[in-house]
């Protein structure tokens, strides 16, 4: 690459970069500049790399601001996640990070009991999703109930759960944790079919299967919710003990089955 570097250019370099709402090219094209020269690189080398620089910092950005706008209640990542605790279901989650499930508007359904991994595990893939491009909320299954109440109390349930469609990922944590009335079981079910084959879900649950009609109070509710769920799902079970007794002399939790004859 012949030449070298003039003020002129460089006057209309930035230029250019700030009408096109881009001044980290400025930044890169003089940064790259010398080394292009040196390595003899073609001009069009030298505006690949420079563009390039430019993609990847939008990428950065717009992945962050996606993660802040999601509403996890931490930063959690694939990479802090305990997988000695949890081996078997690593295969699973390796074939999730490519984001395909998303474009495929598959689902992804995390159970096991307390302290296993299953909020962390939900963030971390919503992190990836995030740098994927995608928006992402998250929310606990009591807190989306609430909000989409509020939604049809004001009237506007259709065209929130429209705004919601455009968000390539919900993620509910959380179901089970508490019983829900016949109401808030149904808004919540409507929420699930808005988003059948349409965009993702990710949900978290200590409870199986079986025992989701009684969170819901009604098994013909709960059986129609699971089966549009699980049409298109990836279905995780974590299992062990909860990582926060560790060190405390508690072996494990009551178990699910206990609470199920107790009830």
Do not use: C
């Not at 305990?82 to 490519?98: E, F, G």
């Not at 109440?149 to 179901?175: F, M």
């Amino acid at each position: 690459m012949a030449g070298g570097k003039t003020p002129e250019a460089v006057k209309q370099i930035t230029y250019l970069a700030g009408a096109l709402k881009a001044p980290r090219i400025t930044e890169a094209a003089a940064r790259l500049a010398d080394q292009a020269r040196d390595a003899g690189w073609s001009f069009e080398d030298y505006l690949a790399a420079v563009l390039e620089r430019e993609v990847s910092a939008r990428n950065a950005s717009g992945a962050e601001l996606r993660i802040r706008a999601a509403g996890f209640p931490g930063r959690k990542t694939i990479e802090d996640f305990d997988w000695d605790a949890q081996p078997a279901i690593r295969q699973q989650v390796a074939a999730l990070t490519s984001g395909g499930f998303l474009t495929e508007a598959r689902n992804v359904v995390l159970l096991g009991p307390p302290g296993t991994g299953k909020t962390h595990m939900a963030i971390a893939l919503g992190i990836i999703a995030a740098r994927h491009g995608h928006r992402v909320l998250f929310a606990t299954a009591t807190e989306w109930v609430t909000r989409l109440t509020d939604a049809h109390k004001q009237g506007r349930l259709p065209q929130e759960l429209a705004r919601l469609r455009r968000y390539g990922l919900i993620i509910v944590d959380e179901v089970g944790y508490l019983p829900f009335e016949q109401d808030a079981a149904n808004l919540f079910f409507q929420l699930v079919s808005s988003r059948y084959e349409h965009a993702s879900l990710i949900l978290t649950s200590n409870l199986p299967f079986s025992g989701w009609g009684g969170v819901f109070g009604d098994q013909a509710v709960a059986a129609a919710m699971i089966d549009r769920i699980v049409h298109h799902a990836d279905v995780l079970t974590l299992k062990g003990a909860s990582y926060r007794l560790r060190g405390r002399g508690i072996d494990s939790l009551p178990s699910i089955k206990t609470q199920d004859r107790a009830d």
